[in-house]
């Protein structure tokens, strides 16, 4: 949030400071704000649906009909809107959105702990080396996000699998520090907290004004960044606190109707939240959505019944808005989870974790949708073409994004990569 | 400077025999404090002078008061110490305050906190322990006992003891080398965990042979509750004889050298003779804190210095390396010869740190220094911790019992429909979560890592804006305005206000209904600012 790359050596950006050249006055906020209602939007932004648990791609998008019951578990493929592609019987809706999709069937990863697999699959790498990676959300809207925006450029909502003390929401910012972290909303209902001033009107801005000078006097006396940073970051508090953008955090605005078609389930009011969030410039917004992880008969019935009826409703009910909208072209939608299941249903009637050959799909954003990459053999235990590890899949990401994904960055004076050094971008989707 | 390429001559095991005698109480008390912190002052200043740079004056006994006191205790003085402190004329008033704020309880507390803070930042340490940790980790710091003792306690630690938190809060025999390198030695030897290291001269052998002292560490489940050990279970097979300690490295996409069987070794230093079976973390305890291993008062003191000063010699403060140029390395060795001599007594350190001129010196630049910031012509400005702030804001507002309400419900609560199990964070819990943006694992201290929603908990959570009991205390007391005004100062920013301020909140007051409301805005304001919320 607080830009720390302009750039400037320490020394420009002080004396800058100091002349008042930096950083909106506080009389100036109101025509600041008004451009930053009509900023440009960033070229392209990014929803990921994530699936915490593990989803099974058997259940999904990776259908196998004429395997033995075992394999095949209990759901058909169904017809959808893209001849010769098939999906889950329980996933109607989606049917209908599968001409703006990318089903990457031959997704293959090394790692199948929960723990391990979320940070891997959030940030491209695997943990340990003595390097924090930032999580993707932190890491793309670094790289396409409008630092001087008064929204925040990475929001994550919803909620994680089961536990949220082991398993809370990926919200790491990593090498890129603490100004990359994303604002988390955690309930959707309340949306930001502490917007309002408890003071009344007048009184409020009476204290600006002492607080401003205050604010000044110090900074001249004492210059110092982090006396100029706090400054900076209570004036685009108090911009956000009076900005007409922020309302796009208040479901409350949006007329039932499209609420409704969202469904009333946390997550599809996650994916209402997401749109809302990208109209008004955000590049990078994610949604969890939990109780994937099916190991045994109840979490599957719970899986079944509860969970994969809100991803349809609330996954095409999106996909649905931004084509509406013209938005989908710009905005790409990532469905994935930190590995895939067992192709075999074990005998608690569940299937376990799976990294080997699972599915991801991707939407909009610019690609070439309305096709499934990579295959898997006739029990999906092992990927047959189109291979896609988690380097290949964070470099496909970034292409779309427009990011290059080959870029170095140094920190700590070690040099890392962005993405994965010999990642391969999945040049099927341009 | 390349201190540890002597290493390995440095240590024999003759030097791990005298270095057995570690102190239980250390023995700072009788040395010259006076004499240190003006050797350190000739080392700061010859460096000033190499660049023609001069030094910020003295800072007034108001900058002084606020910054000793968030450096020691962790928290800014209440409005009455600092009246008392600011009247003061006694000659060694300075002196005497170091030493009551190190005589005070919250020295050990505050210190204890930032180390559980750094264990959390690097590994997961058992929560139900955490207080018994920061219990037995403040009682030793405010006891006075020899860094040593409290490492070696760390390291070795059996059964229940808290002492343990350190070593359970580590997963793996890799990760527990990474951090007892880093932590007690300043060094990053876990960025050779894959393969040698192309910018120092940390070798793979390096990391994995300090892993291979952890290698036997379990948690067993007993009666007593969950028992740290190293002993083998009834009924393993011990190893076979003479294989001694050694780890392989594991197979893994990114590593070289995987299935390869490294001994234990200390650190460029020998290989010590181990056992076949039972604990090897005594030995590597013994060479980690003895005397003559130069890494160990070195990461110590610069730890110290860097919390003071908000800077390090090297930076991260925990990366030194063969092509290390620290900005101060005589100075830094100066600091560890002290610290060694002095039985690594902390609070002897902090004492000569700061009796030094160049910690009480101003943080407010002057032309002649405006343009430098590694050579300590004038105090850092440094950011609070979560939990300095929060017991800064408490001890301004005159201890108020808090409601909680700053954080959302978890999210999994919401998603249920119901309460989670347990009970609700307190206040101060639901603060730190919310607050503690920092990168402690950089050892950074002088970057501002509040974001958007931390400013406006500050400025619009109801916590901080009902009327509190320093408000309440000065109506009742029928204060006149600009008394009230000058203990608001007082109780926030540790100085009396200037006459321009003076004016702006007596104005303020007056177009207020009554002077609760206006106090409590006066308050507001104060809590807001960047003086208030910085230590300079």
Redesign the interface.
Same mark, same amino acid.
């Given at each position: 949030?607080?830009d720390?790359n302009t750039g400037f050596t320490?020394?420009d950006w002080l004396k800058l400071a100091a002349a008042g050249v930096l950083g909106p006055s506080m009389s100036g906020w109101m025509p600041a704000l008004a451009q930053q209602a009509q900023g440009q939007r960033p070229r392209k932004s990014c929803i990921l649906l994530w699936m915490d648990g593990g989803p099974s791609q058997h259940e999904t998008f990776d259908l196998k009909p004429d395997a033995p019951a075992e394999i095949r578990g209990a759901f058909r493929p169904i017809a959808t809107s893209v001849a010769g592609i098939q999906v889950s019987d329980r996933l109607p809706r989606v049917a209908q959105i599968m001409h703006h999709a990318a089903v990457l069937r031959g997704m293959s990863t090394?790692d199948s702990n929960h723990l391990t697999a979320r940070v891997h699959m959030h940030t491209g790498f695997?943990q @340990?080396? @003595?390097v924090?990676y930032p999580t993707m959300g932190s890491l793309v809207a670094n790289e396409i996000g409008d630092r001087q925006s008064v929204m925040?450029n990475f929001v994550v909502t @919803?909620?994680?699998t &089961?536990?949220?003390v082991r398993f809370p +929401?990926i919200t790491t910012p990593g090498y890129l520090?603490?100004?990359h972290?994303p +604002?988390v909303v955690?309930? +959707?209902?309340?949306g930001?907290?502490?917007?309002? @001033?408890?003071?009344a009107h007048g009184?409020f801005q009476?204290?600006l004004t002492?607080?401003q000078?205050?604010?000044r006097s110090?900074?001249q006396?004492?210059?110092?960044?982090?006396?100029q940073?706090?400054?900076t970051?209570?004036e685009?508090?108090l911009q956000?606190?009076r900005s007409r953008a922020v309302s796009a955090f208040d479901l409350n605005d949006e007329p039932t109707f499209s609420s409704s078609a969202y469904g009333d389930s &946390?997550f599809g009011q996650g994916c209402l939240l997401a749109r809302r969030l990208v109209d008004v410039g955000v590049p990078f917004v994610e949604v &969890?959505l939990?109780d994937w992880d099916t190991h045994f008969d109840t979490r599957v019935q719970k899986n079944w019944n509860v969970i994969l009826p809100q991803l349809d409703r609330g996954l095409s009910a999106l996909i649905n808005d931004l084509d509406m909208r013209g938005m989908l072209d710009t905005t790409l939608v990532i469905w994935m989870g930190e590995f895939g299941r067992t192709p075999r249903v074990n005998n608690r009637a569940g299937r376990d974790h799976y990294g080997r050959a699972w599915s991801t799909v991707l939407f909009g954003g610019g690609i070439r949708a309305g096709q499934v990459i990579g295959r898997t053999d006739a029990q999906g235990a092992n990927v047959e073409a189109g291979r896609v590890g988690v380097g290949d899949f964070f470099a496909t990401i970034c292409q779309i994004l427009g990011i290059d994904h080959t870029k170095e960055v140094t920190v700590?004076?070690?040099p890392l990569q962005l993405v994965d050094r010999d990642a391969k971008v999945v040049s099927e989707l341009f | 400077m390349r201190i540890h390429r002597t290493i390995p001559c440095a240590l024999t095991l003759l030097a791990m025999a005298l270095a057995s005698e570690r102190t239980a109480f250390a023995q700072g008390a009788g040395r010259d404090v006076a004499g240190v912190a003006k050797a350190i002052d000739r080392e700061i200043q010859v460096k000033l002078d190499g660049k023609s740079i001069q030094p910020s004056p003295r800072a007034d006994d108001a900058e002084f008061l606020r910054r000793v006191s968030l450096d020691i205790t962790g928290r800014i003085p209440t409005s009455e110490r600092a009246a008392g402190y600011l009247a003061s004329t006694d000659p060694q008033r300075r002196g005497k305050l170091i030493d009551e704020l190190l005589a005070d309880t919250r020295y050990g507390e505050t210190f204890a906190g930032n180390w559980i803070d750094l264990i959390h930042a690097t590994g997961s340490p058992p929560r139900s322990m955490t207080a018994g940790f920061r219990k037995w980790l403040g009682d030793e710091f405010n006891q006075g006992s020899g860094w040593d003792k409290i490492v070696h306690e760390m390291l070795t630690a059996e059964g229940t003891k808290p002492a343990g938190y350190f070593v359970r809060a580590n997963k793996e025999p890799g990760q527990l080398a990474g951090t007892t390198t880093r932590f007690f030695l300043g060094v990053r030897v876990e960025c050779a965990e894959c393969h040698n290291h192309p910018f120092n001269d940390w070798k793979q052998t390096d990391y994995w042979g300090m892993a291979a002292f952890f290698t036997r560490v379990k948690q067993v489940n007993e009666k007593g509750g969950n028992v740290l050990t190293e002993n083998p279970l009834p009924g393993k097979k011990p190893k076979s004889p003479g294989s001694g300690a050694t780890i392989t490295i594991p197979n893994s996409g990114v590593r070289t050298g995987g299935g390869k069987l490294v001994k234990a070794t200390f650190l460029k230093g020998p290989e010590p003779k181990l056992s076949d079976e039972g604990p090897l973390r005594p030995a590597l305890a013994e060479w980690v804190t003895a005397k003559e291993n130069p890494y160990f008062a070195r990461a110590a003191v610069h730890r110290l210095w860097a919390h003071f000063f908000g800077i390090g010699f090297v930076r991260p403060i925990d990366d030194f390396h063969a092509d290390s140029e620290p900005s101060h390395p005589e100075l830094l060795q100066l600091l560890a010869r002290e610290f060694v001599a002095s039985g690594h007594d902390h609070k002897h350190l902090i004492r000569c740190i700061c009796t030094s001129e160049a910690y009480q010196r101003s943080s407010k630049p002057i032309a002649q220094n405006q343009d430098d910031d590694a050579l300590l012509g004038r105090m850092a400005v440094k950011v609070m911790t979560a939990d300095v702030l929060f017991d800064s804001l408490v001890t301004a507002m005159g201890n108020p019992k808090l409601p909680g309400g700053l954080g959302a419900p978890l999210p999994y609560e919401i998603y249920s429909g119901g309460a989670a199990k347990g009970a609700r964070p307190s206040a101060r819990e639901e603060f730190l979560k919310f607050f503690d943006t920092r990168d402690v694992d950089s050892g950074v201290t002088t970057e501002y890592t509040h974001g958007i929603p931390q400013v406006l908990a500050l400025m619009n959570a109801k916590q901080f804006n009902a009327t509190p009991p320093v408000v309440e205390k000065l109506v009742n007391a029928k204060a006149s305005k600009e008394k009230a005004i000058e203990m608001l100062f007082l109780a926030t920013l540790t100085r009396y206000p200037t006459a321009n301020e003076m004016k702006l909140m007596t104005g303020y007051i007056d177009r207020r209904d009554d002077l609760a409301a206006g106090y409590t805005g006066v308050l507001w304001i104060l809590f807001n600012t960047n003086e208030f919320v910085l230590n300079h």
């Amino acid at each position: 949030m607080f830009d720390t790359n302009t750039g400037f050596t320490r020394r420009d950006w002080l004396k800058l400071a100091a002349a008042g050249v930096l950083g909106p006055s506080m009389s100036g906020w109101m025509p600041a704000l008004a451009q930053q209602a009509q900023g440009q939007r960033p070229r392209k932004s990014c929803i990921l649906l994530w699936m915490d648990g593990g989803p099974s791609q058997h259940e999904t998008f990776d259908l196998k009909p004429d395997a033995p019951a075992e394999i095949r578990g209990a759901f058909r493929p169904i017809a959808t809107s893209v001849a010769g592609i098939q999906v889950s019987d329980r996933l109607p809706r989606v049917a209908q959105i599968m001409h703006h999709a990318a089903v990457l069937r031959g997704m293959s990863t090394p790692d199948s702990n929960h723990l391990t697999a979320r940070v891997h699959m959030h940030t491209g790498f695997r943990q @340990g080396g @003595g390097v924090d990676y930032p999580t993707m959300g932190s890491l793309v809207a670094n790289e396409i996000g409008d630092r001087q925006s008064v929204m925040p450029n990475f929001v994550v909502t @919803g909620v994680p699998t &089961y536990d949220s003390v082991r398993f809370p +929401l990926i919200t790491t910012p990593g090498y890129l520090g603490p100004a990359h972290a994303p +604002l988390v909303v955690n309930d +959707l209902r309340r949306g930001v907290e502490n917007l309002r @001033g408890h003071a009344a009107h007048g009184d409020f801005q009476d204290r600006l004004t002492i607080l401003q000078e205050m604010q000044r006097s110090f900074a001249q006396a004492s210059p110092s960044n982090a006396a100029q940073a706090q400054r900076t970051t209570v004036e685009r508090a108090l911009q956000l606190m009076r900005s007409r953008a922020v309302s796009a955090f208040d479901l409350n605005d949006e007329p039932t109707f499209s609420s409704s078609a969202y469904g009333d389930s &946390y997550f599809g009011q996650g994916c209402l939240l997401a749109r809302r969030l990208v109209d008004v410039g955000v590049p990078f917004v994610e949604v &969890y959505l939990p109780d994937w992880d099916t190991h045994f008969d109840t979490r599957v019935q719970k899986n079944w019944n509860v969970i994969l009826p809100q991803l349809d409703r609330g996954l095409s009910a999106l996909i649905n808005d931004l084509d509406m909208r013209g938005m989908l072209d710009t905005t790409l939608v990532i469905w994935m989870g930190e590995f895939g299941r067992t192709p075999r249903v074990n005998n608690r009637a569940g299937r376990d974790h799976y990294g080997r050959a699972w599915s991801t799909v991707l939407f909009g954003g610019g690609i070439r949708a309305g096709q499934v990459i990579g295959r898997t053999d006739a029990q999906g235990a092992n990927v047959e073409a189109g291979r896609v590890g988690v380097g290949d899949f964070f470099a496909t990401i970034c292409q779309i994004l427009g990011i290059d994904h080959t870029k170095e960055v140094t920190v700590r004076e070690r040099p890392l990569q962005l993405v994965d050094r010999d990642a391969k971008v999945v040049s099927e989707l341009f | 400077m390349r201190i540890h390429r002597t290493i390995p001559c440095a240590l024999t095991l003759l030097a791990m025999a005298l270095a057995s005698e570690r102190t239980a109480f250390a023995q700072g008390a009788g040395r010259d404090v006076a004499g240190v912190a003006k050797a350190i002052d000739r080392e700061i200043q010859v460096k000033l002078d190499g660049k023609s740079i001069q030094p910020s004056p003295r800072a007034d006994d108001a900058e002084f008061l606020r910054r000793v006191s968030l450096d020691i205790t962790g928290r800014i003085p209440t409005s009455e110490r600092a009246a008392g402190y600011l009247a003061s004329t006694d000659p060694q008033r300075r002196g005497k305050l170091i030493d009551e704020l190190l005589a005070d309880t919250r020295y050990g507390e505050t210190f204890a906190g930032n180390w559980i803070d750094l264990i959390h930042a690097t590994g997961s340490p058992p929560r139900s322990m955490t207080a018994g940790f920061r219990k037995w980790l403040g009682d030793e710091f405010n006891q006075g006992s020899g860094w040593d003792k409290i490492v070696h306690e760390m390291l070795t630690a059996e059964g229940t003891k808290p002492a343990g938190y350190f070593v359970r809060a580590n997963k793996e025999p890799g990760q527990l080398a990474g951090t007892t390198t880093r932590f007690f030695l300043g060094v990053r030897v876990e960025c050779a965990e894959c393969h040698n290291h192309p910018f120092n001269d940390w070798k793979q052998t390096d990391y994995w042979g300090m892993a291979a002292f952890f290698t036997r560490v379990k948690q067993v489940n007993e009666k007593g509750g969950n028992v740290l050990t190293e002993n083998p279970l009834p009924g393993k097979k011990p190893k076979s004889p003479g294989s001694g300690a050694t780890i392989t490295i594991p197979n893994s996409g990114v590593r070289t050298g995987g299935g390869k069987l490294v001994k234990a070794t200390f650190l460029k230093g020998p290989e010590p003779k181990l056992s076949d079976e039972g604990p090897l973390r005594p030995a590597l305890a013994e060479w980690v804190t003895a005397k003559e291993n130069p890494y160990f008062a070195r990461a110590a003191v610069h730890r110290l210095w860097a919390h003071f000063f908000g800077i390090g010699f090297v930076r991260p403060i925990d990366d030194f390396h063969a092509d290390s140029e620290p900005s101060h390395p005589e100075l830094l060795q100066l600091l560890a010869r002290e610290f060694v001599a002095s039985g690594h007594d902390h609070k002897h350190l902090i004492r000569c740190i700061c009796t030094s001129e160049a910690y009480q010196r101003s943080s407010k630049p002057i032309a002649q220094n405006q343009d430098d910031d590694a050579l300590l012509g004038r105090m850092a400005v440094k950011v609070m911790t979560a939990d300095v702030l929060f017991d800064s804001l408490v001890t301004a507002m005159g201890n108020p019992k808090l409601p909680g309400g700053l954080g959302a419900p978890l999210p999994y609560e919401i998603y249920s429909g119901g309460a989670a199990k347990g009970a609700r964070p307190s206040a101060r819990e639901e603060f730190l979560k919310f607050f503690d943006t920092r990168d402690v694992d950089s050892g950074v201290t002088t970057e501002y890592t509040h974001g958007i929603p931390q400013v406006l908990a500050l400025m619009n959570a109801k916590q901080f804006n009902a009327t509190p009991p320093v408000v309440e205390k000065l109506v009742n007391a029928k204060a006149s305005k600009e008394k009230a005004i000058e203990m608001l100062f007082l109780a926030t920013l540790t100085r009396y206000p200037t006459a321009n301020e003076m004016k702006l909140m007596t104005g303020y007051i007056d177009r207020r209904d009554d002077l609760a409301a206006g106090y409590t805005g006066v308050l507001w304001i104060l809590f807001n600012t960047n003086e208030f919320v910085l230590n300079h």
